[in-house]
């Protein structure tokens, strides 16, 4: 449990602030990724999101006969901290509103990994995050923003800003990122693993390109790690007395915001 306090922050705006106690730092948090149900979880549920293979070519109904034979030897290296993730395969898709999407398929080993890894992050980061928060989160649905929307309108809320950060999962800085996530986890090698899958490189016409920056949309754990990057953006608008709500089923980088202020209504700028 923590209480809270209203404080300035540098660009003079309020935000609520939580404090009085330091969270709790989880370790030792491979033994829960690695255990036996946890995989299986993981495994039941990439398989059923199914997806195109990555860089390694390997399909999801190779993946059983694959994994009998070298599991064990991922399962130590992952263990002692020797395993690499391999490279995301770029793949690009059409957006609603024109252009492209640009995706990163990991390998099926590295998604089966990843889930496994949101598996244990998600309860420890998740019930933090904000109640106008539903991007990719348990139990919440573009049905509940929707529901948001329709109380904030009749709370007297009547300016409607689109907010888009523009190009974000490009964008994303791995160091800072990397120290959000180590508010809660102490686990250094799984703070480890995460970076090196932030690192881990984009086949893009069959030539591997450095990932020195930003965390491809495509892995089951970078939905999870956009909402945490995310969640003092969150936090600063709900201190400044804003209501937002995600534009879903849009990746968490988009929002409405709404305010009682006076004045013209912004749309699709993007900040």
Known sequence: ??????????????????????????????????????????????????????????????????????????????????????????????????????????????????QAIAQVMTPIFDPEFSESSYGFRPKRSAHGALRQVTADIKAGYRIAVDLDLAKFFDNVDHDILMARVARRISDQRLLALIGRYLRAGVLIHDEIQPSELGTPQGGPLSPLLANILLDDLDRELEGRGHRFVPQLPIRPTTCWCWSRANGRASVSKPI
Not at 84 to 96: A, C, E
């Open 1 to 114: 449990m923590t209480d809270s306090t209203t404080t300035m922050n540098p660009t003079g705006g309020v935000a609520d602030r939580r404090r009085a106690t330091q969270p709790t730092l989880h370790d030792h948090l491979m033994e829960e990724v690695l255990s036996s149900a946890n995989l299986q979880q993981a495994w039941r549920r990439v398989k059923s999101n199914r997806g195109a293979p990555g860089t390694d070519g390997m399909r999801i109904e190779d993946f059983p006969a694959y994994a009998r034979e070298a599991w064990p030897a991922i399962r130590q290296s992952l263990n002692d901290g020797s395993y690499r993730p391999q490279p995301v395969r770029r793949v690009t898709i059409p957006k609603p509103d024109g252009g492209e999407r640009a995706l990163g398929i990991p390998t099926v080993v590295d998604r089966v990994v990843q």
